[in-house]
């Protein structure tokens, strides 16, 4: 019913900007919260950003990226971005967008009812 497919990826240089974009193709896109996980090498996947499907849009962020990530979100062309500024080499990893119908909270995993295949973000010194 719902599918999300994730653009942006690439090599970017430590300090650099990148913008990842994720496409929703069904129905009420803004009626579902998205996210952004990300899974770095050898570990597991973990929560990035996250905004809500309210007009207000609140957004949320993990420590790691605070202050450097921003979420987004265009209901009128059902795309949510993220925009990385100051990656960091910790930043690589497979970055996946997720949706979320009815949920309880952005950083549980089990509460995103679908996932997009993932774009590679490398970040090099």
């Known amino acids: 019913q719902v599918q999300l497919v994730e653009s942006g990826g690439g090599l970017v240089k430590a300090g650099g900007s990148l913008r990842l974009s994720c496409a929703f193709s069904?129905?009420?896109?803004?009626?579902?919260?998205m996210g952004w996980f990300r899974q770095p090498p050898g570990k597991e996947r973990e929560f990035v950003a996250a905004v809500s499907w309210t007009t207000t849009g609140k957004t949320t962020y993990d420590d790691s990226v605070k202050g450097r990530f921003t979420i987004s979100r265009d209901n009128a062309e059902k795309k949510v971005y993220l925009q990385m500024n100051d990656v960091k080499d910790e930043d690589t990893a497979v970055y996946f967008c997720?949706?979320?119908?009815?949920?309880?909270?952005?950083?549980?995993?089990?509460?995103?009812?679908?996932w997009g295949l993932g774009t590679q973000v490398t970040v090099s010194s």
């Open positions: 997720a949706a979320q119908f009815g949920g309880v909270g952005f950083r549980i995993q089990h509460d995103y009812n679908y």
């Open positions: 069904g129905r009420s896109f803004d009626n579902y919260a």
